[in-house]
């Protein structure tokens, strides 16, 4: 996220991981004796050390344990243990579920509390009274099927392209914001402008791993963010109705990806790999599809590059990869539960997600900042002054909201294992086939999607 939030999406090729590093002075939490302890499991840093030390120096004898994982064991085996043993209530007091993860845990809402139920204890406030803040479609990550509420959003991984000006203006390609936007304002342009400037490498520059994005399987998380429906139907039952062969969205999202391989427009440097961060502070590539929380890592990870940065709209209008719902699993210490609750509410609400955001990028999910002048008017000088707030404000808002089924992680996996596969033959200049690779993912995923 904004921080070093690791979040692996699943899709062989394009690794996404979230990672996030904060950098602003936090408060100073003063040393006191812990009356009440907040057992917590996360991936990365969901739970950013500024609002950590914030929160505790505002509830002395409040303190964290704060346990990291990375995400598929987190988010799948430990809790699902945890959920198993929940009468010992050995399991944390608050989980980090990545929304990739969404549709498993809504269906199984006996592992959650369900915080409708809950009441803050400042003002009596439970998950319903609460909603109206958040946008819709990140609040219903976070509805279990039956209804109940197990989870409340903290960020929405907005999704731009983040480019090196620098190097499309030595190339001779249009390179101020607007100019860029509009001629990668589709992903058949975005890939055409990418062989232009592929094109104009030498083969010295190409065996240096040296290209236009940095990761061209990172296209496909993109497009199957951007419709009105993904690996799953809503037809008004509580799982939804599978449709992952029949949604055209998805299979056009693959071959637009393999069109992208083929065309040789990435560096084939695996996402958050030391060679992809060296890459990014040496100018190895122009361009990456950025969620908002990217930008911190951009700026910790290059900082050398200042300035020669910003940031266009992305192809097909908006994007989201990421973001996190909190929950209170039933495994926690029942005592702990509304000291979990009042932190849960404090930490996903208005005043902290807007600190989340100015100081580490995380665009918020409550929808009242949008309209916040220090959100909209924010103007990131990193990347040459480019008016971030107002960009991924406008994104996050075209984003329709998709349904999310039981098994959209482990479809992501076998549609990724396939464009793996079939860009490692690219990359050998090996010959290979788009339909069986398409017809075997299809095979291994009807084993454990039903």
């Known amino acids: 996220m904004f921080k070093k939030r690791i979040r692996a999406a699943g899709l062989a090729l394009a690794m996404m991981l979230s990672l996030l590093a904060g950098t602003a002075t936090a408060p100073t939490a003063t040393a006191v004796d812990c009356t009440t302890t907040i057992k917590i499991w996360s991936f990365g840093d969901v739970f950013l050390p500024r609002l950590i030390l914030q929160y505790k120096n505002e509830n002395p004898g409040v303190c964290f344990d704060i346990k990291k994982s990375d995400l598929d064991p987190l988010n799948g085996t430990n809790m699902i243990t945890a959920c198993a043993a929940a009468n010992s209530h050995t399991g944390p007091d608050i989980a980090a579920?990545?929304?990739?993860?969404?549709?498993?845990?809504?269906?199984?809402?006996?592992?959650?509390?369900?915080?409708?139920?809950?009441?803050?204890?400042?003002?009596?406030?439970?998950?319903?009274?609460?909603?109206?803040?958040?946008?819709?479609?990140?609040?219903?990550?976070?509805?279990?099927?039956n209804g109940s509420v197990i989870g409340m959003p903290t960020d929405v991984g907005g999704l731009e392209v983040a480019y090196r000006w620098d190097l499309l203006k030595a190339k001779g390609l249009?390179?101020?914001?607007?100019?860029?936007?509009?001629?990668?304002?589709?992903?058949?342009?975005?890939?055409?402008?990418?062989?232009?400037?592929?094109?104009?490498?030498?083969?010295?520059q190409k065996a240096q791993k040296i290209g236009f994005l940095d990761n061209a399987g990172a296209i496909y998380t993109a497009m199957t963010a951007q419709g009105v429906m993904k690996y799953y139907k809503n037809n008004g039952t509580a799982n939804g109705q599978l449709v992952?062969?029949?949604?055209?969205?998805?299979?056009?999202?693959?071959?637009?990806?393999?069109?992208a391989l083929k065309a040789g427009i990435g560096t084939r440097v695996a996402q958050f790999s030391s060679d992809w961060t060296?890459?990014?502070?040496?100018?190895?590539?122009?361009?990456?599809?950025?969620?908002?929380?990217?930008?911190?890592?951009?700026?910790q990870q290059a900082a050398s590059t200042s300035g020669k940065w910003d940031i266009a709209n992305m192809p097909g209008g908006g994007g989201n990869q990421g973001g996190t719902q909190l929950t209170i699993p039933t495994a926690g210490n029942p005592l702990n539960r509304q000291a979990a609750f009042d932190f849960l509410t404090w930490y996903v609400a208005p005043e902290q997600q807007k600190t989340a955001f100015l100081t580490y990028g995380m665009?918020?999910?409550?929808?009242?900042?949008?309209?916040?002048?220090?959100?909209?008017?924010?103007?990131?000088?990193?990347?040459?002054?480019?008016?971030?707030?107002?960009?991924?404000?406008?994104?996050?808002?075209?984003?329709?909201?998709?349904?999310?089924?039981?098994?959209?992680r482990a479809i992501d996996k076998e549609i990724g294992a396939a464009l793996t596969r079939i860009d490692v033959l690219i990359s050998k200049?090996?010959?290979?086939?788009a339909a069986a690779e398409w017809t075997k993912a299809m095979s291994e995923i009807a084993k454990v999607a039903r």
């Open 97 to 145: 579920v990545e929304i990739q993860y969404s549709g498993y845990w809504r269906s199984y809402p006996q592992c959650f509390v369900d915080l409708r139920t809950m009441k803050r204890t400042k003002d009596q406030k439970s998950a319903s009274s609460l909603k109206s803040l958040y946008l819709p479609w990140r609040w219903n990550n976070g509805v279990a099927y």
């Open 244 to 259: 992952y062969k029949s949604n055209p969205s998805v299979k056009k999202a693959y071959d637009t990806t393999i069109k």
């Open 278 to 299: 060296v890459g990014m502070q040496k100018g190895k590539y122009a361009m990456m599809l950025a969620p908002a929380w990217m930008m911190d890592y951009i700026k």
């Open 429 to 433: 200049k090996k010959t290979y086939n």
């Open 363 to 408: 665009f918020p999910t409550t929808v009242s900042l949008y309209k916040d002048p220090q959100v909209t008017g924010y103007k990131d000088p990193f990347f040459n002054n480019a008016p971030v707030g107002e960009i991924y404000a406008s994104g996050v808002q075209k984003l329709k909201p998709i349904f999310a089924g039981k098994y959209d």
């Open 174 to 204: 249009p390179y101020k914001r607007d100019e860029v936007s509009a001629a990668i304002s589709t992903w058949e342009k975005f890939i055409a402008f990418g062989a232009k400037y592929t094109s104009k490498l030498t083969a010295a």
